[in-house]
């Protein structure tokens, strides 16, 4: 998950597909977002660019291959967050 304050886009990563947005939202609906996060645990990210990028993907859609890299660090912070990598 990556968020700014006004925005805020979820994403899910299954291998061995690409990561894809599950959800995006801005204002009142962002808030809901980051907050079903923290219920569920997710880590979150603040990356206020990657975050308005992300925000022109559709829905269920897969990441496009500019964005790759920039999300890499976002997955690779959330693995060490959670303690599955060091």
């Known amino acids: 998950m990556t968020e700014t ?3 805020a886009v979820a994403l899910k990563y299954e ?3 690409a990561p894809r947005v599950t ?3 801005r204002g009142e609906i962002a808030r809901r977002i980051l907050e079903e996060a923290e219920k569920n645990g ?3 990210s603040e990356n206020p660019a990657l975050a308005q990028a992300l ?3 559709e829905i269920e859609q897969e990441i496009p291959d500019n964005l790759y890299r920039a999300v890499a660090e976002v997955l690779t912070y ?3 967050v959670s303690g599955r990598i060091r």
């Open 42 to 44: 997710v880590p979150v």
């Open 78 to 80: 959330i693995l060490r």
């Open 23 to 25: 959800a995006i939202g």
């Open 5 to 7: 304050r006004s925005l």
């Open 55 to 57: 925000s022109n993907v």
């Open 15 to 17: 291998k061995p597909r």
